[in-house]
């Protein structure tokens, strides 16, 4: 009996100890994570920001002063050091994320999450995210040593931190995925380039408009997808003087053709609503007589933020803006003699071959000889289960994303991605080389290095300079190159040059006083190479630049309005069209009600308004109607953009695209019109029953969701804040201007800006989301710009970084 | 009465100690100790050390939590799902040293049996 006993209590006391140190599902190990002197209770604090820190490597100390907004203000001897620092404080205040994104840009979250995740990593593998991180690395290693050993500090840094790290601070998110951090390597630097670069230049729709072609014949397809819309307002400005190029397009081949496969399904595209606005106006355009700067980039509202706001300055330069955990220097920001910012420049440098293969797949056909194969070996190591090994098969063109293996089923054929991404480069250096620059020349040779993703990179100087590259590195394509599915094995279809990047569309000190971009059409026809529409935006640039040639002369006030300028084009060019033309004889009282309500709306997306709560469903539905003839089972298909959608619909009401095939009537336009509007209003209805109204506001909610998929106690929900997709205040539901910066270029410029989150990546901090309620009502901070490392009233801590030995 | 207050200050005193260099389960291995060389009878085996984990614990959390106005544990109370309220997660943190060092120390007990003769 006695036994009996001792047994049973053993046996209680194992399981106990088992129940509480596992994780269970996303349950994580509770007695790990609950208990007071290792887990959660020890992150309920702010990170230190006074004292003294060791860092192995350092060449002199580092002050850090830090504001009230907890920004760090860092002030280094050298650059050595001031990357050293650079790594060291953003893993002190955003390690988790700061792996986090390697990890996901990797393929790697099966290894934290487990088997969940992973379709994602094969997608992101097959997609060549760490072999376009491995290119990058080798062109470094062989033609830019001096960046690499910047990226080698970086990653001392962070390591610095990781190995001075007690377990017991680890973030949060370690200890509810029950995972530690690893040690930062340069190749972590690469692949978060390679992040960016696949949120901002990894989408495309070749495959897609392959199907479409095949289904509905070139006739349907050039008046769907038009190179141009009818009205585009380029970033470029018309009529610009292209002469200075000496250097033509490719010609086309003559026996071109597209491939024109079935295609089932494709792979996940970056989010649609990544974008972006920038501007600056000249002296003279200006109230103050200093050109005035802005960019507000439209990423995913996430918490920890994108961005991480850092002085970084040694005695030759001065630097402060927001910086990419993961990414060295300030990436959009100013100098004290410059200040630049970033909006997409999309363009299609992602081409699809198809490749056959010969029996065992270990050669390709090319040029009418086979090519060897080269096979990469996909790891992918799943938490709490045996790894999954894929691999992946790479052609001269790229690798051979579909296959057997992957979403397709042909035996002995592929589709090989051909992508800038892998190309490698040292788009690193274009950062650290603007931190520094003095004037216009400077910019420009800066920007040389860059290759993706694509950026119009806006600039002002307190030389009085304004200006605008779109920096990229393009491929230079026969007409009509790349819109479709190309036959792999004929070399005509492969790329045959780059266009020089002297040759990159750009502009400086216009007549008309100022430059701005929102990710329209870069150029007009007259550019002499091929570019086409990539899904260009065709809304905020026209509101901006009606704004800018609406007066004389602008302030910084003017230029806080536009970024909360909540004007909604794209309706206002539609409503007034639909109200005119929908027969209303059928409508019943509460879609009377609702019919009012629109029709007496300003096209403001305002948070109080039910008009863009109206449009929103009213399109929605509309939209889905026009184009039912896309929605087709087991066939990858984009129905067509917005603005062409509504060029059609009052321009080509009776087309026989605006039928809905379903039924046996003939519809028009002005027929969906009033059906897609009669389903609205029984929608809006629901949602006034089940919420009591359809204000804007309530009807979007915006959150700023955490990275590990919005975890509710991490994210913060129902953000009043207007806009949405296609409005210059671009904020939709998840996504919206992540960074509102405004620099007067003053001497030394004096700047304002702001993002949806706050400094500190820890939860537990009042720092994690501070700045999410101003930024929604549209406020700005002071970015103290200091001069000196002499420490001044705003600063509220100094933290120094001395050498360890 | 006077073994089991002696057996409930030891017990958090060796939990103190001992969580200096041992992770969390350094409340069992405390329960296990102090059931050991101060061995309770019936109830009082488990409830002793339950309650002084049950106070180590959520008195040292609540010190480092009030402190921060409960910013963390509120959202951890949001996570768990516990209501976001950060009291009712003091008391499961409470409960979860506890009834671990409750567990540990009745095997204490019975070792402490096994010892004795």
């Known amino acids: ?805 | 009465m006077s073994k089991n207050i002696t057996n409930f200050i030891v017990t958090i005193l060796l939990a103190c100690v001992l969580s200096l260099f041992l992770p969390w389960w350094s409340v069992m291995t405390a329960a296990l100790t102090a059931a050991l060389f101060i061995p309770l009878n019936k109830a009082a085996v488990f409830f002793i050390p339950f309650l002084a984990i049950f106070l180590f614990w959520a008195v040292y959390g609540y010190m480092l939590s009030s402190g921060n106005d409960f910013t963390l544990a509120k959202r951890i109370a949001v996570l768990l799902p516990l209501g976001g309220n950060p009291y009712v997660l003091l008391l499961v943190t409470g409960m979860v040293g506890g009834l671990a060092a409750g567990i540990a120390a009745i095997l204490g007990k019975q070792l402490s049996l096994l010892l004795k003769k």
């Open chain 1, 1 to 805: 009996m006695k036994y009996f006993k001792l047994i049973l209590a053993l046996v209680l006391t194992l399981g106990i100890f088992f129940a509480l140190n596992t994780k269970f599902g996303s349950i994580p190990p509770i007695g790990k994570f609950l208990n007071p002197y290792t887990g959660v209770w020890q992150n309920e604090t702010d990170e230190a920001i006074s004292g003294e820190v060791s860092i192995p490597g350092l060449k002199a100390k580092v002050t850090v002063h830090y504001d009230a907004q907890l920004i760090p203000h860092v002030f280094a001897e050298n650059d050595h050091d001031l990357f050293k620092a650079q790594g060291y404080l953003t893993a002190k205040h955003r390690l988790w994320q700061l792996e986090f994104q390697t990890y996901a840009s990797a393929g790697r979250l099966s290894e934290i999450i487990g088997e969940g995740a992973l379709n994602h990593d094969r997608r992101e593998r097959r997609r060549g995210m760490g072999y376009g991180a491995d290119q990058a690395i080798a062109y470094m290693e062989t033609h830019d040593t001096e960046t690499l050993a910047y990226i080698q500090d970086y990653a001392d840094g962070v390591n610095a931190y990781i190995n001075q790290l007690d377990p017991k601070n680890y973030p949060v998110e370690y200890k509810l995925l029950d995972y530690q951090p690893e040690e930062w390597v340069p190749k972590k630097t690469a692949l978060l380039l390679m992040y960016m670069t696949k949120m901002l230049a990894g989408g495309d729709e070749d495959l897609e408009k392959t199907n479409a072609l095949r289904l509905f014949g070139k006739d349907n397809f050039d008046l769907l997808f038009p190179d141009f819309f009818d009205s585009t307002e380029p970033i470029i400005p018309k009529e610009s003087d292209w002469s200075f190029i000496d250097v033509s397009q490719t010609e086309r081949p003559n026996s071109q053709q597209a491939v024109l496969d079935t295609i089932r399904e494709t792979i996940e595209q970056p989010h649609p609503d990544n974008g972006s606005n920038n501007w600056a106006i000249s002296g003279e355009k200006s109230v103050t007589g200093n050109p005035i700067l802005a960019n507000d980039p439209h990423l995913g509202l996430n918490m920890p933020a994108i961005w991480f706001v850092m002085q970084l300055s040694t005695p030759n330069y001065n630097a402060l803006g927001a910086t990419i955990p993961g990414a060295l220097s300030v990436i959009s920001g100013f100098n004290q003699h410059i200040a630049w910012g970033e909006t997409n420049a999309t363009r299609d440098v992602i081409d699809w071959y198809k490749v056959q293969f010969n029996k065992d797949r270990s050669k390709y056909k090319y040029n009418n000889s086979w090519n060897d194969v080269t096979i990469r070996i996909e790891d992918i190591k799943i938490k709490g289960k045996k790894s999954y090994k894929d691999s992946v098969l790479y052609t001269h063109h790229g690798p051979v994303v579909y296959d057997k293996n992957f979403k397709s089923d042909m035996e002995l054929a592929g589709y090989a991605m051909k992508w800038v991404g892998h190309e490698g480069g040292n788009n690193q250096k274009t950062f650290i080389e603007l931190n520094k620059s003095k004037n216009y020349d400077d910019y420009v040779s800066a920007l040389k290095y860059w290759n993706a993703p694509a950026q119009n990179f806006v600039f002002a100087s307190t030389e009085g300079d304004i200006a605008l590259w779109i920096q990229g590195k393009f491929p230079n394509k026969w007409e009509g190159q790349g819109k479709f599915l190309m036959d792999g094995s004929n070399p005509e279809n492969d790329w045959q040059g780059f266009i020089p990047q002297e040759f990159n569309a750009k502009v400086k000190n216009p007549e008309r006083g100022f430059v701005s971009s929102a990710n329209q059409h870069p150029v007009d026809q007259n550019y002499p190479f091929f570019v086409f529409n990539d899904g260009y935006e065709t809304y905020r640039n026209r509101v901006i630049n009606e704004f800018f040639n609406s007066k004389a002369k602008f302030g910084i006030q003017d230029f806080k309005d536009l970024h909360n300028n909540n004007y909604n084009l794209k309706a206002s060019e539609l409503v007034p069209y639909m109200l005119e033309h929908m027969d209303t004889t059928s409508l019943t009282d509460d879609e009377n009600l609702i019919y009012n309500e629109i029709k007496s709306w300003q096209f403001n997306n305002d948070i109080d308004e039910v008009g863009p709560s109206i449009w929103r469903q009213w399109y929605g539905k509309l939209y889905r109607m026009v184009w039912d003839e896309f929605d087709i089972e087991d066939t990858a298909l984009d129905a067509p953009f917005t603005y062409q959608t509504i060029y059609l619909l009052k321009n080509n009401g009776n087309h026989k695209f605006m039928d809905i095939i379903e039924t046996d009537k003939i519809e028009t336009a002005k027929d969906l019109f009033l059906l897609a509007f009669k389903d609205a209003a029984k929608k809006l209805d629901t949602i006034k029953n089940e919420k009591g109204d359809y204000k804007w506001a309530n009807y979007k909610g915006t959150y700023a969701g955490h990275l590990l998929q919005a975890l509710p106690a991490f994210s913060r929900f129902d953000i009043p804040i207007g806009g949405d997709r296609n409005i210059v205040n671009a904020t939709s539901e998840d996504h919206g201007p992540s960074w509102r910066m405004i620099v007067e270029m003053t001497s030394p410029p004096t700047a304002l800006g702001i993002y949806p989150g706050g400094q500190s990546g820890n939860p537990g901090s009042k720092y994690y989301d501070n700045f999410i309620d101003d930024w929604a009502a549209g406020k700005y901070h002071s970015l103290n710009f200091l001069q000196n490392d002499t420490r001044t009233a705003a600063i509220i801590g100094t933290q120094t970084l001395k050498p360890s030995n």
